[in-house]
């Protein structure tokens, strides 16, 4: 028997809570299955951001958004029925807010903290964002995962163990990311950079971790990373992962923008099945976490047969991380 308004809460909490875990289990399934559909689709709603990161090169502060009505259209041609994620700077989370996405049925949240201070490179600090952080706690129905950053110039790599420990404080799953510096090179990271990494993986790893985030527990690729080595693995961009920029055009990624270009209301099964079988060249050195990871699901299927180069068509290269 539900005794009270904050027990019925819970108890509704839980009901959603295994409702999205029962979707998931039966999407990786799907999957396994059937490989001719995506399984993680970034789609981008606005180009412009309330803030300016001096390494993104990804958003402005005047683009409009996307209609309603068009970015209704192009979730419809997806499907409906799928896991739904938010990928935000977490300035806008007040209550209000978070009650709303709780409405809308929103699975996923997840916010990149770049340091603890804001510096002249990133205002996404854990100073600036922990009430945010404390209203999500407070309030979410949804999965919140908090990303934290090395490499590419980041100043205090020590700051990704604190915003990692503060995360997991607040019952969140957690996850780090490894960036270009500036150049676009993939270097090494330095003595106290590695150790911070190895310190806040071994806690991604851990059990309570895996059980409440597996994707987020999918890093071994950031092993090669970490050490400034190449991965052999098979990128599965186009087909099993798409990026749909505001113009509605599918690319491969943040980082290579302009192939294969196809506006998502004509992409079809043939562009999913010739992508997932085209070798990228791009793919050794990536550092984009998300097409690792939902790639991860086909590691063990056939060698893809052909191959593009970014130099091969107009892809603008994007030097950041997720």
């Not at 999205?20 to 399984?39: M, Q, Y």
């Not at 709603?45 to 090169?57: E, K, T």
């Not at 958004?65 to 799928?82: F, N």
């Not at 270009?180 to 090179?185: A, C, E, F, I, V």
């Amino acid at each position: 028997m539900i005794s009270g308004p904050a027990e019925a809460g819970r108890y509704m909490s839980t009901l959603r809570t295994l409702s999205r875990k029962a979707r998931s289990l039966k999407e990786f399934a799907r999957g396994l299955t059937d490989t001719a559909h995506p399984l993680l689709v970034q789609i981008i709603p606005i180009r412009r951001c309330n803030i300016d990161c001096g390494y993104c090169n990804e958003y402005d502060k005047v683009s409009a958004p996307v209609p309603t009505d068009v970015m209704l259209r192009r979730i419809d041609k997806l499907k409906l029925g799928m896991i739904a994620g938010l990928i935000t700077n977490g300035y806008f989370l007040v209550p209000k807010r978070i009650a709303e996405l709780n409405a809308a049925g929103l699975d996923f949240l997840q916010i990149s903290i770049d340091n603890v201070e804001p510096d002249e490179v990133s205002k996404k600090s854990l100073r600036l964002l922990d009430k945010k952080l404390q209203h999500l706690h407070d309030h979410a129905d949804f999965d919140v995962n908090i990303n934290s950053v090395l490499g590419g110039g980041i100043k205090n790599p020590e700051d990704a163990r604190t915003i990692n420990t503060r995360a997991r404080a607040l019952g969140f799953s957690t996850s780090i990311g490894i960036i270009h510096d500036g150049s676009g090179r993939l270097k090494p990271l330095a003595s106290v950079e590695r150790k911070v990494f190895d310190e806040v993986s071994a806690a991604i790893s851990g059990p309570w971790q895996v059980l409440k985030n597996l994707y987020s527990g999918i890093s071994g690729f950031q092993t090669n990373l970490a050490d400034g080595k190449p991965n052999e693995w098979r990128c599965r961009a186009g087909a099993r992962y798409l990026y749909v920029c505001e113009e509605g055009l599918v690319h491969y990624c943040s980082q290579q923008r302009g192939y294969p270009g196809v506006p998502i209301a004509d992409y079809t099964t043939a562009d999913v099945k010739r992508e997932f079988l085209t070798a990228k060249s791009c793919s050794p050195n990536c550092t984009i976490g998300c097409v690792h990871k939902i790639s991860y699901i086909d590691h063990w299927r056939a060698p893809q047969t052909s191959e593009v180069s970014p130099g091969s068509h107009p892809l603008v290269n994007i030097q950041t991380g997720d």
